[in-house]
Each structure stands twice: as C-alpha cells, then as structure tokens.
C-alpha cells in the first residue's frame, strides 16, 4: 500500500510512503491511535478505533459513526464519551 498528503501534494510532488502490511494508524499529536485503517485485499477498508482517548479537552467513545456525505463519500466520526 503507498500513502501521501492530499494537501501536501497540491503545492509539490507528493510523498509517497510505502507499507508493505496495508495497514496504517491515525495518531494525534501525542502518538495516540485514533483509527486503524486497513487495506483489504478487496479494496474495501477496514476501520478501527482503539478504545476512549482524550483529544482537544474531550474523551471520545470508541464507537464508530459513519455518516454518508456523498456517493462517493462518508465522515466517520467518533463522538464524545457520555458516563
């Protein structure tokens, strides 16, 4: 699997970064893993996240929302941690 910054590349040629597992990890800034994506052999992804986590001042649930934008796009969202 090959990465790149979408944003990045707009201005130069893009990054490419090579896995050879197909799967990578979203982390925060503090190195904590928001989602597990993975490549499957498909060409679906897997999506995982890992457990709560505080980020910018809010504990997140672990649970997944996918909410459809386009035909060709959905937002996965986790939403805040309710006790």
């Known amino acids: 699997m090959k990465i790149f910054d979408i944003i990045d590349s707009f ?15 979203i982390m925060d800034d503090d190195g904590n893993r928001l989602f597990d ?6 060409g679906s992804l897997e999506v995982i996240s890992n457990g ?12 997944l929302i996918v909410k459809p934008r386009f035909q060709n796009s959905v937002t996965i969202e ?3 941690y309710k006790r």
């Open 78 to 80: 986790r939403t805040e």
């Open 52 to 63: 709560t986590l505080m980020l910018n001042g809010k504990i997140l649930d672990s649970a």
């Open 11 to 25: 201005d130069k040629e893009p990054e490419i970064s090579t896995f050879k597992n197909n799967s990578v990890a």
């Open 37 to 42: 994506i993975t490549l499957n052999n498909d």
